[in-house]
């Protein structure tokens, strides 16, 4: 793989021209979300503790792996009030500005909700499909290397609106340390229930239910590898929404936007953490070079810049493609997290783009817009997993059952037909069930 060094980062140059593109594109693409043996044996200590345990067992949990010092979970549970006081402490710019983020999101997301609907037959048998909430959610919250209060606004608001009764979120707190912006989001976000537990600790309590927390129906939320690892391991206990990898970004560029703001929207994504992922596709050679230029300028002044150094120097990547149907090819072949179409005529990409998690379109769309305010939701399918899976939405948060009504006269045509299928499989109780109902 041909490397290039830019203030210190060896960003991956490749073209696609090079014979063995294919084979350095799926090595830079290659991630395996869940664990090795040893986290996987961890994991398991940990839910069989939790469940056979409980209450004890997420105290000693949290006191060993969050460095805590609390003899119950009375010490681990915040009160409402709490949550309020985080909410109206914060400086008035940052009430305002999550209480605009909030609204927007909520707005977003009631275009989502489905209705129920039936119709009915010829001969009377109504058919149909009736929506309904989930009872409760389970909400987890990093707490690691950074806090995301927009990660409670993106999760909790969606099961607000499709109708969940309860909401229970848990967010670690190492060495004790409250973030206020979280506490005051989840109190925006209308949160029922706190604990601060993380871990695969949380998951298991969330799942399997102890003394203190409830048991919930779906675990939604990112994690780091112990969390992910206990969330495969409890599907079917629990619903959950998927398996997250590390945050990825795909931008396509024509070579007319501003090589600073791309260099800049790669850091976004690159300064989650070092296993997080930047690319840029562009068929204009000179525009790659010039973003390349931007990224050894800018990088040094930023916050977290040996964490984008390091994600950077990983997994990201300029990529040369001959042309625009390249460059298409390219994004449903990566399936992306976040896509940046930074073209002209954005709208004219869109009806080929097969597979993406959130699309942001034009020179002006910033995917950091989407993390935070622009309405749609952050939590999205990574590590290509985009080919089969959705965004969080609001039909994560709701069930739906069939409606089935026979009339006598729908028994008696159904029947027919069932009874031939039934003895056509040999169960002939199904087949006698059926022709019960037919009518002499």
């Known amino acids: 793989m041909s490397q290039s060094p830019t203030d210190g980062v060896d ?68 009160s409402e009030g709490r949550l309020r006081q985080a909410f109206e402490g914060l400086p008035a710019e940052q009430r305002e500005a999550l209480s605009s983020a909030a609204e927007r999101i909520r707005a977003y997301h009631e275009h989502q909700k489905p209705a129920s609907w039936h119709y009915t037959e010829a001969d009377g048998t109504v058919l149909g499909q009736q929506v309904t909430p989930l009872d409760r959610a389970g909400i987890y919250v990093p707490g690691g290397k950074a806090a995301y209060p927009s990660s409670v606004l993106m999760n909790a608001i969606p099961a607000h609106v499709a109708g969940v009764r309860e909401i229970v979120m848990v967010v670690p707190t190492p060495d004790g340390v409250l973030n206020e912006l979280v506490l005051a989001a989840a109190y925006l976000a209308g949160v029922d229930q706190v604990f601060t537990i993380g871990g695969a600790q949380a998951v298991a309590a969330l799942a399997f239910g102890t003394e203190t927390v409830p048991r919930v129906d779906k675990v939604v939320g990112p994690g780091n590898i112990y969390v992910a690892t206990a969330k495969r391991a409890v599907f079917g206990q629990v619903g959950i929404d998927m398996i997250a990898g590390p945050s990825e970004i795909l931008v396509v560029s024509d070579g007319g936007t501003d090589p600073d703001w791309l260099a800049m929207d790669l850091f976004s994504q690159a300064e989650h953490d070092e296993d997080a992922q930047a690319v840029l596709v562009s068929w204009d050679l000179e525009h790659l070079q010039a973003v390349e230029a931007s990224i050894a300028r800018l990088l040094p002044t930023l916050e977290r810049a040996p964490i984008v150094r390091e994600s950077l120097s990983r997994r990201g990547a300029l990529i040369h493609c001959r042309d625009r149907d390249e460059a298409m090819l390219l994004i449903n072949r990566i399936a992306p997290e976040h896509l940046e179409l930074s073209v002209a005529n954005p709208e004219g990409w869109l009806p080929q783009v097969r597979h993406a998690g959130a699309i942001f379109m034009g020179r002006y769309t910033a995917e950091a817009l989407g993390d935070y305010c622009a309405g749609p939701n952050h939590v999205l399918p990574t590590s290509g997993t985009a080919r089969f899976s959705s965004p969080l939405g609001v039909y994560d948060f709701q069930k739906r059952s069939s409606i089935i009504h026979c009339s006598a006269e729908g028994a008696g045509a159904l029947g027919k037909v069932a009874s031939i299928l039934a003895r056509g499989e040999s169960l002939t109780a199904h087949a006698r069930s059926a022709e019960y109902r037919l009518k002499p």
């Open 11 to 78: 960003i991956a140059r490749l073209s696609t021209s090079q014979a063995d593109f294919d084979h350095r594109l799926a090595d830079l693409l290659a991630w395996e979300g869940v664990s090795d043996a040893e986290v996987q044996r961890r994991v398991d200590e940990i839910l069989a503790a939790v469940k056979a345990r409980g209450d004890a067992a997420l105290v000693e949990y949290s006191n060993r792996l969050d460095r805590l010092a609390v003899a119950s979970m009375a010490e681990l549970t915040l």
